[in-house]
């Protein structure tokens, strides 16, 4: 870590960067035309003013921590976007999809899937599923984790892209298709309530007051985020790559079954993330296809 924070700092946006502001300054606007519905718009509008500040700052900084905080920055801006779109969505939009949402995934399977696994409910497949689901940021820090471990650089730049660039698309689906979920809006046709064994009532509790204001369904960003964060664990290690890909199959799975997305949900997480993963390479400055050719050295992950 010292090599990098050493390591000779242009005074220049990363990509990374150019699409944090873009993000900032496009929210911004939004809240700005809708100023009277707005909650708090004054206060938002403000740090959205701090978090560009802090940003342009960081770049241009040569200091330590400026330059640790110009490499993590996305981890603490993400969770606030997040936490922005359960004001913003239901202040300006004020309707949902969901009855849309069910009513095609009853056309796609005939009937309701999060109501026809009810007769595979089983308390240990529920608690070992919602702790796979809970795992799910935890999952996608790991890889980040692991790259900078490994003094891959260039790469964990590039993943902070991919993973800005993911998230950030699917808030982007979350205004545009606002969906609460089954566990919401099919409540009601559910014959038995899920069950685990230690640890998943408070799981599912926290998860519920933390999301009970939020139309974050559609698409899934369980499903988009983990297969971008399988996709890029290759380039750590084989092993972690092989993990990922059984995680992966069964985050999917925990979704539907635990009743936090309906199926077209997760197909949209899918097509989203094949999207991210194809274009990111064109939009990132100075990265091939594969994160695996990126550039070496700690200088040119500074540019």
Known sequence: MAEVV???HAPSLTSVDRLFLGYLAGVALLIGVNF??????LLLLAAHFAGAAGVVSAARSRSRLAVLFHFWYPLAFIPLFYWEMAILIPAIRRR?????????????????????????QNPWLTEFLQIVYTLFIPSVVL????????KLY??????????GLGFLASYVGYFLFPVR????????????????LWLFDSMQGTLNRLESAAYDCFPSGHTEMTIVAWWTSRVVSKRLFAVFSLYTILIVTATVYLRYHYTV???????????????????????????????????????
């Open 6 to 8: 050493s390591a000779p």
């Open 36 to 41: 009277r519905e707005v909650p708090y718009a």
């Open 96 to 120: 949902d999809y969901d009855a849309q949402m069910a009513s095609l995934d009853y056309r796609i399977w005939g009937a309701h899937p999060t109501v026809w696994l009810e007769r595979l």
């Open 143 to 150: 890889v980040a984790i692991a790259l900078w471990h490994k």
């Open 154 to 163: 260039p790469q964990f730049r590039y993943y902070a892209f991919l993973v």
């Open 181 to 196: 979920g089954p566990r919401f809006f099919l409540a009601h046709l559910q014959h038995v309530d899920l069950h685990g």
């Open 265 to 303: 949900d997760v197909f949209a997480g899918v097509v989203l993330a094949v999207a991210v993963l194809a274009v990111s390479p064109v939009l990132y400055t100075g990265v091939a296809a594969d994160p695996r050719s990126a550039p070496t050295t700690s200088t040119e992950v500074c540019n």
